[in-house]
């Protein structure tokens, strides 16, 4: 008997130390920041940019940039992914550019030049605040939220609490407690989990557009996520299926690319259904055979 509670000390030993290092160290695994020096100059071939510096309440900074066009139809606001700076990730804002549209992109706490610890309640807060700076120069009806994997989380959240013109999901994920979960099934990731991200929940308070974007070969957030999430807001939402792409790979798609002008160029049009078989419904079996 002895022996038997012996080794269950152990694995509730081994297991709370789990847990606590997954507790501390979880920044570690979700995000994969790089930091700037504050003299960094950022440049990009045939981009016009203006760097700015947004204060936040508690004394922070959140660095950003805006990509420029010369009469702009309206403003994306994009949400990156978990790696990297703003550095990188704006060679994306070209996509959006090249069709007339001005892009705002920021570097969340920790990552590029912003300052500040992060936690999901600070990130929302900061993000709101940039939104909010964005709505004071441009209707919200000429806002796009875009929201890049991680991002899609962030953009949802925004959406939920706001009006603009439509949201975009770009490999969004469920939650990323379902992601987590899917690794370390074991694990109370309810309690311990700091970024539980419910995309989920948030896109059911959206009331604009909501178009979802996903690769078919996506192995790190499965393309089903895609269609789970589609089903929240079936009336509002449009999902688009790379088929062959992966997560980090939609870009090299040409049919990204086509998908996304269609998105952002074209004004949605309501069906008309009269003289359709909308609600017409197959004859079955027996009324056939009464027939």
């Avoid at 702009?72 to 949400?79: N, S």
């Avoid at 940039?130 to 709505?135: E, P």
């Avoid at 979960?181 to 694990?187: L, Q, S």
């Avoid at 017409?280 to 055979?289: G, I, Y």
Wanted: charged share 25%; aromatic share 14%; proline share 5%.
């Amino acid at each position: 008997m002895q022996n038997w509670i012996y080794i269950l000390l152990i694995i509730l030993g081994v297991y709370m130390f789990i847990s606590v290092m997954l507790y501390v160290l979880q920044d570690y695994f979700l995000f994969k920041p790089e930091k700037l020096p504050k003299d960094f100059q950022f440049y990009y071939n045939n981009q016009e940019i203006e760097e700015y510096n947004i204060d936040t309440r508690d004394g922070e900074v959140i660095n950003g940039l805006r990509f420029k066009t010369e009469n702009p139809k309206g403003v994306v606001f994009y949400l990156k992914g978990n790696s990297k700076s703003i550095k990188g990730w704006g060679k994306f804002a070209v996509d959006f550019t090249r069709h007339g549209f001005d892009v705002i992109m920021v570097d969340y706490r920790g990552f590029g030049k912003s300052t500040g610890r992060r936690t999901q309640k600070a990130v929302k807060r900061d993000m709101q605040v940039i939104y909010n700076k964005i709505k004071e120069k441009v209707p919200e009806k000429y806002i796009i939220l875009y929201g890049r994997s991680m991002g899609s989380g962030f953009a949802a959240k925004l959406a939920s609490m706001n009006n603009p013109r439509m949201l975009i999901l770009d490999a969004p994920y469920y939650s990323l407690s379902k992601v987590a979960k899917k690794y370390i099934p074991f694990m109370p990731l309810s309690l311990l989990i700091k970024f539980p991200m419910p995309t989920y929940k948030w896109l059911k308070y959206v009331n604009c557009p909501i178009h979802i974007i996903h690769g078919t070969d996506d192995r790190l957030i499965p393309y089903k996520t895609s269609v789970k999430l589609s089903k929240i807001k079936p009336e509002l939402t449009k999902l688009y299926t790379v088929i062959g792409g992966g997560h980090k790979n939609l870009n090299n798609f040409e049919s990204y690319h086509k998908m996304l002008t269609e998105i952002i160029t074209t004004r949605p049009k309501k069906a008309n259904l009269e003289g359709s078989s909308f609600h017409v419904k197959h004859a079955s079996k027996r009324a056939n055979a009464k027939a």
